[in-house]
């Protein structure tokens, strides 16, 4: 994605120059403590600890960021000691490695140390140069050491990391700068922000943080951990004493000079196009925004990978049909202008990476153009191409974003920025419903099940662009992706899709496959008795019976709700031994999450209806144990098997 942003590299050249001390290591190490906490760790860094200085080079005459990373790790097992003995010491797809050294440090004290010129190397795939080191008689109980410089194009925005995997004891942060240039640093998720000294003899600022015992960041079942883990975020904010720069204003008014600025030629191709399309301004605004959509968004392909700037011309992307995601937006914008839609176009981040936060004027994490429309109150994703408007993706659902909203005064037109939060969707919009009618041979009581699945919301995306857009040969193999029940397609024995067609994302028409299908694979025969699987109905699901501490939120891709119902038409002469097996009852309020299912009876038609619901999107992580007992009653209703006994 290439964003609107505004750099200050060119500003570092009014600069003086000046040099900095390196991050050196102690020349006798000695083995460090293991904290009680990280015993049972394979891995730990015992120190991880970083220093950005922006440093001038004499030959280029220009300003570059070195970024300089020194940790300790202890290898505490075979999986830990196979995990780190060696490594690829690589720099950014701009970067350049100047300068690396390595050790391992071994339990009775010995040291065997690795140069930069002892390592092999290799090309990235930018060509850039990346360095393997192997470490030297390295065992279990072992400490390797490694510290390691990278020279990188200067950047206004930047981010560390402090959380992984692997635990940490000791972090640090270290950001070293002339006293000339002013940041904004700030810690997240318990990570302190980081405090500033100035040094007036030596004209130089630098922002120090530090933090103790990281836990491991584990892999957690529904939880997001790029926007919870403990990093520092920061930004260049002054340059020689002037105005502060990189602002939320600038970004608004570098989205404004990149969209609305068009030339003649381009406005003139621009107006041809719009006549061409049979839009006009006296239809309601919604059929305007849905109609300029569909066409756009089924003429234009859109490519990352051009270069030509040309492909952002309104008047070349016209006839070629082609541009990239910068160009889409202003494609839109401009005809929206054309339209008289009012609308205020904007960018966001992927919530699951990212939440914006309106107090830290980053912009590196933007990505995602957007527009809002004032009249509808409604949202639009320019940029993705099988949805359709207002349906958004659960991804920027809930985050910020930047609006650039357009004012007049005296016949001149500016912009000024605009927050909004994008609305999550509701629980009863975000629909998935599966209704099963089961019916058994009279012979072999083999089982024939009509299988209807549908989704609406939230939970349709993706499952729309697959019935639409699956090639006819296709089908089948979907269809039993879908189904669950059928073990060969030829189990299949037909089956239709209902509400195909990315236009329903507008209408939120339930896209729905209705199939019958053989399920042989549900029945077994145990003596005089059968057992049929009713649980493998509805799906495979997600089970969360061991895990360890909780460290993150929960988080759920959008609140939604699932309704099942399973009729079972009980063969002639049998009964149903053990029905208050399909009983289940956890909840913990509607406004949380659950799973309850029951069972009623008449004559002998068997009905099961099943609701499992998560009304929000996030819980805290001290939910767990109530949320886990939800996530595994559903994973025990797949358990589920009903007896069939002679009457």
Not at 24 to 40: D, I, L, N, R
Not at 71 to 97: C, H, T, W, Y
Not at 238 to 265: F, H, S, V
Not at 371 to 384: D, G
């Amino acid at each position: 994605m290439r964003k609107i942003l505004l750099h200050c590299a060119s500003a570092f050249l009014l600069l003086p120059a000046f040099s900095y001390a390196q991050l050196s290591w102690t020349e006798k190490p000695a083995m460090h403590e293991v904290p009680k906490e990280f015993a049972q760790e394979s891995l730990i860094f015992m120190e991880d600890a970083r220093e950005l200085n922006y440093k001038f080079d004499s030959k280029t005459k220009d300003f570059f960021l070195y970024r300089t990373i020194h940790r300790i790790v202890k290898l505490q097992d075979e999986k830990g000691l196979e995990a780190f003995n060696k490594m690829v010491i690589g720099p950014s797809r701009s970067g350049e490695i100047v300068d690396l050294k390595a050790r391992t440090i071994k339990a009775n004290g010995k040291v065997y140390e690795i140069k930069k010129s002892d390592t092999k190397t290799s090309k990235d795939e930018y060509g850039n140069t990346q360095y393997h080191v192997a470490f030297e008689n390295v065992a279990v109980g072992d400490e390797i050491e490694f510290i390691y410089e990278e020279k990188r194009a200067v950047n206004s925005f930047g981010s560390e990391l402090f959380q992984f995997g692997i635990p940490t004891v000791s972090s640090s942060f270290v950001l070293s700068t002339p006293d000339h240039i002013k940041f904004d640093c700030k810690g997240y998720n318990g990570f302190p922000t980081p405090v500033l000294k100035e040094d007036e003899q030596e004209k130089t600022a630098t922002y120090k943080a530090s933090f103790a015992k990281i836990d491991a960041l584990k892999d957690e079942k529904y939880a997001d951990p790029d926007p919870n883990a403990k990093r520092i975020d920061y930004k260049i904010s002054y340059i020689n004493d002037g105005q502060r720069a990189n602002t939320w204003a600038d970004l608004a008014k570098g989205i404004y000079t990149q969209l609305y600025t068009p030339t003649e030629k381009e406005q003139k191709a621009l107006e041809k196009y719009i006549k061409s399309l049979n839009i006009t301004v006296d239809m309601p605004v919604d059929q305007r925004i849905i109609k300029l959509e569909k066409v756009i968004k089924e003429q234009f392909v859109v490519n990352e990978e051009l270069t030509d700037e040309a492909y952002e011309r309104l008047d070349y992307m016209i006839e070629k049909k082609t541009t990239t995601e910068r160009g889409i937006f202003k494609l839109f914008a401009n005809a929206f202008d054309l339209l008289q839609v009012k609308h205020e176009a904007g960018i966001t981040a992927n919530r699951f990476k990212y939440e914006l936060d309106e107090e830290m004027e980053l912009w590196n994490y933007l990505d995602i153009y957007i527009f809002h429309f004032p009249e509808t109150k409604k949202f639009l994703l320019p940029t993705a191409t099988t949805m359709r408007y207002p349906a958004l993706g659960a991804y920027v659902e809930g985050n910020k974003a930047l609006f650039c909203k357009r004012v007049s005064l005296g016949g001149v037109t500016s912009s000024v920025q605009v927050f909004r939060e994008v609305p999550r969707s509701k629980i009863e919009d975000n629909i998935t419903a599966l209704v099963a009618t089961v019916n058994f041979n009279e012979q072999d009581l083999s089982p024939q099940i009509k299988m209807s699945h549908s989704f609406t919301g939230a939970s349709s995306v993706g499952m729309r662009e697959n019935v639409t857009l699956v090639p006819k040969e296709k089908e089948k193999e979907l269809v039993k992706a879908l189904m669950f029940v059928a073990d060969e397609e030829s189990d299949i024995l037909s089956y239709q899709f209902n509400n195909k067609g990315l236009e329903h994302y507008t209408d939120n028409k339930p896209v729905e496959i209705v199939a019958e299908i053989k399920a042989d694979k549900l029945i077994e025969k145990a003596g005089s008795k059968y057992l049929f699987k009713l649980g493998d109905i509805i799906g495979p699901q997600m089970e969360m019976y061991r895990e360890e501490k909780r460290i993150l939120p929960i988080s759920i891709a959008y609140p939604h709700v699932l309704k099942r119902e399973i009729i079972v038409h009980v063969p002639q002469g049998y009964k149903v031994s053990n029905p208050n097996a399909a009983d289940f009852k956890v909840t913990y309020g509607q406004q949380k999450y659950g799973f309850i299912s029951s069972h009623s009876m008449k004559g002998n038609v068997l009905t099961v209806v099943i609701e499992e619901f998560y009304a929000q999107p996030r819980y805290d992580a001290t939910e767990v144990e109530d949320f886990r007992k939800v996530i595994n009653a559903s994973a025990d209703f797949n358990k589920v098997t009903l007896v069939l006994e002679k009457i």
